[in-house]
């Protein structure tokens, strides 16, 4: 079992829409807990820390269940620009765990 | 804008080669982190050091990859003798004590 699990996808989303992704982790002493961005041929980029009381950044929402071992991000309206690979990462020491991350395209 | 600078941005070889990869990371960064991404494992991460000293390298293959930071600027990742499976896109990023990582553009390795 992968320490970290997400739904590979791809979500297939037109613009303006809500999209939601969860992932759930396997180590319970994790501290850790991220949403990173990747584009196709690129390097992963950070997109926000979760907290345990929940967080936003504009349209990004992200919320950490430690109790259910689950983490969630959502997106409302969705931009084309949005399209990208989501990874959700968790890390209980330095070097970080990625999940092997959600495919999103948004469509006009 | 600072960024992690890694070379070269692609390498082809064939199996048997020594492949040399280098990452300099942001400046004032004191824990340099190289990740190794595939189709099929993901982003993995194979070592990281901090202040220059390495802490954990658990997750590579010891045999055959090592990894050094000569100083402070400079962190090397090498593979000797290379295979095909190690083919990948190797992924060097910094961070200063706890804050967020940037990662690097990555060096696309095919080892044929």
């Known amino acids: 079992r992968k320490e970290v699990e997400q739904d590979p996808g791809p979500f297939n989303v037109p613009e303006g829409a809500t999209v939601a992704f969860n992932c759930t982790y396997s180590n319970s002493a994790s501290q850790s807990f991220f949403w990173y961005r990747q584009d196709c041929r690129k390097e992963p980029k950070l997109l926000m820390s979760v907290y345990s009381s929940g967080n936003e950044d504009g349209r990004f929402t992200a919320q950490l269940n430690r109790a259910s071992q689950y983490i969630s991000l959502l997106i409302r309206d969705s931009k084309l620009s949005d399209s990208a690979t989501y990874l959700c990462v968790v890390s209980d020491r330095p070097g970080l765990v990625f999940g092997a991350g959600t495919i999103l395209r948004v469509k006009s | 804008d600072a960024r992690v600078t890694q070379t070269p941005r692609d390498k082809v070889t064939e199996m048997g080669q020594e492949v040399t990869m280098r990452c300099q990371p942001i400046l004032g960064h004191n824990t340099v982190f190289w990740y190794r991404q595939t189709m099929m494992q993901g982003l993995e991460l194979l070592a990281y050091?901090?202040?220059?000293?390495?802490?954990?390298d658990s997750g590579m293959p010891k045999d055959r990859f090592s990894a050094e930071m000569p100083d402070a600027t400079l962190a090397t990742l090498k593979i000797q003798p290379s295979e095909p499976r190690d083919s990948a896109v190797y992924f060097c990023a910094s961070a200063f004590s706890g804050q967020p990582q940037h990662f690097g553009d990555g060096t696309r390795l095919s080892i044929l």
């Open positions: 050091f901090r202040n220059r000293a390495p802490l954990d």
